[in-house]
């Protein structure tokens, strides 16, 4: 049974920081690619960051110099590191796990930058 566990989210102030995890179990987790998505109220899930087998990354342009994605395959944990949020950061967080054909999603967790 594959199960990606987030935690980290919470209620922070703008220009905060805040360093989501997602735990995976049940997949060979060095042979997947993984990423962040987030879906704010009313909008699409929108892809945020991911970091490939070999360690590549990505990020969309809004959060560029501001999030870093970084993995730990010997805890099969994936990271996001979020620095200088934004109320426009303030969205669920889902953890994806993505390898050929599979992909397999976190429950999500709650971030909301707020004063």
């Known amino acids: 049974q594959v199960q990606l566990m987030e935690a980290g989210g919470g209620l922070v102030q703008p220009g905060g920081s805040l360093r989501l995890s997602c735990a995976a179990s049940?997949?060979?987790?060095?042979?997947?690619?993984m990423g962040w998505y987030r879906q704010a109220p009313g909008k699409q899930r929108e892809l945020v960051a991911t970091?490939?087998?070999?360690?590549?990354?990505s990020y969309t342009d809004s959060v560029k110099g501001r999030f870093t994605i970084s993995r730990d395959n010997a805890k099969s944990t994936v990271y996001l590191q979020m620095n200088s949020l934004k109320p426009e950061d303030t969205a669920v967080y889902y953890c994806n796990a993505f390898f050929s054909s599979r992909a397999y999603w976190g429950q999500g967790t709650q971030v909301t930058v707020s004063s």
């Open positions: 049940g997949i060979v987790f060095r042979l997947y690619g």
């Open positions: 970091i490939n087998s070999g360690g590549s990354t």
